[in-house]
């Protein structure tokens, strides 16, 4: 623990001032020295970027090869899972002279958009990936070759370059999204010049390319493309469905005031389009709105609308995975963002539920209460519902049908009908999120790595109490994870590699998933972080492992009770001793904070010749912060052993004791010539800024067990220094008069 003795802000000892809390922090780090503490405590490496290059956006995990791959402005890298900063590759791929001379003369900014941002990148197949970029408005797509393993050392681009027009978006700030399978290209993206014709594309492979409808708002309504994802439906692959995730402008006269909305759309993997009607155009596209919002008083919910990033837990079923998804509110009133998570036996019951149907005399949407045709649409040709092969056998009732009705009218709720997660009243958005399914002593829990548009990373794990519906949210870590504040906006993580990766404007980072050094020394801090990666092994706080059979583990995520855990175990730390002094009048900050974000510290004051020890509480003169203890201005009475605790689930654990002795604002007059004088502060003099130094020097000595023990070795190193030298270079052993008395 570090003390931060605040004396330098207010040495004059014969008056006081009222300042702000604010000018009592020394111990407040900057980014840079957030970024250098998170750089020595959690192995973090980081690959600042290339002065030519920004937006570290689109990433592509390599397990099999042990690469990350990542596609940038006019350059695609391939970095090692084990360590980004040794060995990778890069390939520059900018766009062509006259690409970018066009882009400018259309009014485009030539150094923030007429550049080849990489937007698409997918595996193709076991030697290539398919790769797209904004070609400085002009989208462009081509192949990466990577060769079939790792010892290929491989990594090229292919000569050959095809148009990327309903493939990559023609503006890098546009939000897009795809996924490459069997061949076949799903992308949702822009697909002019302007911005204006949005659709869901599927291109490549031996079919026709095919789209959603052009120019109806019904469908499309300016979307912003996050995710897409190929989800099961039965054990037939003729049921296959493709998922996406969205947010797009609320249709006219739809949840007035909501003027966004976040989407989940599906699509039938084997769609052919219509034959008469919807030609090229998918024929089973549906969607349906997802909530996430808190219930409030009086039936007025907050709701986050904002959809920033998904991520699909894969369960032991494939048809089910878990959906995790962020938000952030669209409202101008206050900031928020939420996790909310989502089932899918819940998407396919609103999915199967009514469509929306504007009708009545306000023309308002309203549940479609008509005959819906035979097969239902949004149904897979199959042979699992039977009578079709292919959506172009479709009677044209059910393609009228599907064309009108894109939408379904009711939500999807996330599962407890509630956010997991919630925060507002902070300075941050969450940005991104992907989890891990972690196998703990007492059963599997899912920590989740948020990312914020601050450049910060925030660990939690979920804690169910008595079902999936209750849980509770254990923030266990934040860390700072780039230099500068900087949204991030890419994440992997490699379960292999027990690493997190992310992506901003500014670069890449790496991250170990555990860091169990940083929750102490004792097995109380290690049992109390509730990190299921991490245990007490009987020494130490470390990884923990599912297989190792060791007695002396301990590990209680559930409950996180060090009582039970540790009482046979005699780590508990030694509480460290610190002597501190002030002075009278002036101010003093005494640091003291838990390795537990949960903690809460207690702080008493056990008074000289007393056993007791007295609750310190908060007045206009002593302030209590997460940091530590601010007492405005020292009294003779402040004079006594301060114990610093931490309290944690009814468990009390000491941390620290201060013995701080306070120095009379007399008698340090007396030892500090002109100190105590009528605005004779410090620094007024080279003598009293002398003084000062020798002053704060003597202060750090943890061996002075007293004022007045402190007192004499100051008046000591005066007589010391007042003896003055000859001329010829010899101390003259009397002292001089003149300098006395002067």
């Known amino acids: 623990m570090l003390i931060y003795i605040i004396t330098h802000l207010q040495l004059h000892a014969t008056h006081t001032t009222t300042h702000t809390y604010a000018q009592y922090l020394p111990m407040v780090l900057t980014p840079y020295e957030l970024f250098n503490q998170s750089h020595e405590t ?21 397990e099999e090869r042990g690469r990350l791959l990542v596609g940038a402005e006019d350059h695609i890298f391939s970095f090692d899972l084990v360590n980004i900063n040794r060995d990778h590759k890069q390939i520059a791929w900018p766009a062509t002279p006259s690409k970018r001379d066009e882009c400018k003369w259309a009014g485009k900014d030539l150094g923030k958009e007429c550049s080849n941002f990489i937007r698409v990148l997918q595996p193709y197949n076991q030697t290539h990936m398919y790769i797209c970029g904004t070609g400085a408005f002009h989208p462009i797509c081509s192949f990466l070759e990577m060769g079939k393993r790792a010892e290929d050392n491989i990594f090229r681009l292919a000569s050959h370059f095809e148009n990327g027009r309903g493939k990559s978006p023609y503006d890098p700030k546009m939000l897009s999204a795809s996924l490459l399978i069997d ?28 789209r959603t409808e052009q120019h109806d708002s019904r469908w499309l309504n300016d979307p912003r493309f996050i995710s897409v994802h190929l989800i099961p439906e039965s054990d037939n692959p003729e049921d296959d469905k493709i998922f996406l995730f969205f947010k797009e402008n609320a249709m006219d006269g739809e949840h007035t005031g909501k003027a966004t909305i976040a989407r989940i759309g599906q699509l039938c993997k084997n769609d052919m389009g219509g034959h008469r009607s919807l030609v090229n155009k998918w024929t089973t596209f549906l969607k349906a709105r997802l909530m996430c919002s808190v219930p409030g008083v009086n039936g007025i919910d907050t709701h986050f609308d904002e959809l920033q990033d998904v991520f699909l837990m894969s369960s032991k079923d494939p048809k089910n995975p878990l959906i995790y998804a962020v938000f952030t509110t669209s409202s101008n009133i206050f900031k928020g963002s939420a996790v909310c998570m989502y089932n899918m036996a819940d998407i396919r019951r609103v999915f199967l539920g009514p469509y929306a149907h504007r009708d009545g005399p306000n023309y308002q949407w309203v549940p479609f209460q008509g005959r819906v045709p035979y097969p239902r649409p949004g149904t897979c040709p199959s042979k699992t519902f039977g009578g079709f092969d292919s959506t172009k056998d479709l ?4 393609i009228t049908f599907a064309r009108g009705h894109p939408a379904m009218y009711n939500p999807v709720h996330p599962i407890g009908g509630r956010p997991i997660m919630v ?9 991104q999120l992907v989890v891990d399914r972690v196998e703990a002593e007492d059963g599997q829990y899912d920590v989740m790595f948020i990312g914020t548009d601050m450049g910060t990373v925030l660990k939690v794990v979920t804690i169910p109490r008595e079902s999936w519906h ?7 870590e934040e860390m700072t994870v780039f230099r500068e ?25 790496q991250m170990s998933l555990h860091r169990c ?16 990666y991490c245990a007490w092994d009987g020494s130490e706080c470390s990884r923990y492992f599912p297989t190792a059979k060791r007695r002396t583990r301990r590990q209680d995520i559930r409950n996180g009770d060090p009582l039970s855990q540790c009482s046979d175990l005699q780590h508990h730390g030694s509480v460290e001793d610190r002597s501190v002094y002030g002075v009278e009048n002036s101010s003093m900050f ?10 809460l510290i207690y702080w008493q004051l056990q008074k000289p010749n007393d056993d007791r020890k007295l609750e310190i509480k908060r007045d206009d003169r002593v302030l209590r912060t997460d940091q530590g203890l601010l007492i405005r201005s020292l009294a003779q009475s402040d004079t006594g052993i301060y114990h610093c605790q931490a309290v944690e689930h009814g468990f009390i654990q000491p941390l620290l004791r201060l013995n701080l002795q306070v120095i009379p604002a007399q008698r340090l007059g007396d030892i500090l010539p002109g100190l105590s004088s009528a605005g004779g502060g410090v620094g007024h003099s080279p003598k009293h800024r002398l003084w000062y130094r020798d002053f704060l020097s003597l202060l750090d000595h943890p061996d002075l067990n007293s004022v007045e023990e402190f007192c004499d070795r100051v008046w000591k190193k005066e007589r010391k220094q007042k003896r003055v030298k000859t001329p010829n270079g010899n101390s003259q052993g009397k002292p001089d008069n003149r300098q006395q008395h002067s």
Request: with cysteine.
């Open 42 to 62: 959690s192995n973090l490496v980081t690959f600042n970027g290339l002065a030519n290059s920004s937006s570290y956006d689109a990433f592509l995990l390599d």
């Open 183 to 210: 061949g076949e290209l799903y992308s949702g993206t822009s697909a002019d010049f302007m911005g204006r014709d949005f659709a869901i594309f599927r291109t490549l492979g031996d079919h026709h390319p095919i």
């Open 395 to 398: 009677p044209d009732d059910v």
């Open 423 to 431: 925060r507002t009243d902070v300075d941050y958005q969450f940005s």
């Open 470 to 476: 209750d849980l509770e949210e254990v923030v266990l």
């Open 485 to 509: 504040p900087t949204p991030i906006t890419a994440m992997e993580l490699s379960t292999k590699q027990q690493q997190l990766y992310l992506g901003s404007g500014l670069g890449v980072s």
């Open 517 to 532: 050094e940083v929750y102490g020394k004792a097995c109380a801090e290690c049992c109390l972080a509730r990190d299921p």
């Open 590 to 599: 005494l640091e003291c904070s838990p390795k537990s974000q949960r903690a």
